[in-house]
Structure formats: structure tokens, C-alpha cells
């Protein structure tokens, strides 16, 4: 109960020093997938179908990054430059095509590549290229 008088101090201005060893927080947005990772270019096991009407929410200049991975999900590749910019990768199930007597689905990729702020600044895939 000593204590008590100092606790409610600490409450009313809003936190008192401690000697917990918590990391500092970063300033700026969180990034869902730091550095790099994944498979460019790499062939997925089941990939969902491609669908270009999946991006329509997107605007470059204002979508983040986060909202990109929480929209689509974990990606196939990611990469974060030097600069602090960054993009991430999916594939997709593409059309059908023939090959000899077989056929075979066609992979596609969209590309989503973020400033240093972690904000789009360029959307690609199949029929669309924007933020040049």
C-alpha cells in the first residue's frame, strides 16, 4: 500500500518509466512483410483464378501495404530495397492453354510496389500497368 500514492501518480500522467527492456516502437507504418522472403516467380501449388476485379479497391497513392497483404494474403515473394521501397508478388491460375496434346493452366503474376512509406505507387498485372 505504500506504493499505492505513486501508482495512481504514474495512472494520471499517462506512465512512468520502468526498467523493462521493451523494444522502442517504430515510427511510421508497420510492415506486414519486412525484408525479403518468399519465391519469386515461383510456381504455386494451387493457385486461385485470376481475377483483375480483385484490385479494383486499390489506388495508388493511397492503399498501404497492409491493407494489400490483408486484401489478398500472404504473398509468393516479397522484397524491401535499400531506399525503403518494397513490393510484394502473387500467382495466379491464367487462362488454359494447349500444349501438344495436354493443356495446362498458365500462371500469372500481379506486382504491387510500395514507396518508402509503405503506400502503393505501382500496380501490375495482365492488361493493366498503372503508377508509372
Not at 523494444?23 to 507504418?29: F, I, L, M, V, W
Not at 503474376?109 to 503506400?119: E, L, M, P, Q
Request: hydrophobic share 35%.
Amino acid at each position: 500500500m505504500r506504493h499505492l500514492p505513486v501508482l495512481v501518480l504514474c495512472m494520471l500522467l499517462g506512465g512512468c518509466a520502468t526498467n523493462s527492456s521493451a523494444p522502442p516502437t517504430a515510427s511510421g507504418p508497420v510492415d506486414p512483410y519486412p525484408g525479403s522472403g518468399g519465391r519469386f516467380f515461383g510456381t504455386p501449388t494451387w493457385p486461385p483464378s485470376f481475377k483483375p476485379d480483385k484490385f479494383s479497391a486499390f489506388q495508388v497513392g493511397v492503399t498501404t501495404k497492409a491493407q494489400v497483404a490483408a486484401a489478398l494474403g500472404k504473398p509468393d515473394g516479397w522484397v524491401a530495397r535499400p531506399d525503403g521501397s518494397s513490393q510484394l508478388e502473387y500467382a495466379y491460375g491464367g487462362p488454359t492453354t494447349r500444349i501438344g496434346t495436354q493443356s495446362a493452366q498458365r500462371i500469372v503474376y500481379a506486382f504491387f510496389t510500395f514507396d518508402a512509406n509503405k503506400t502503393l505507387s505501382k500496380m501490375q498485372y495482365p492488361g493493366h500497368d498503372e503508377g508509372r
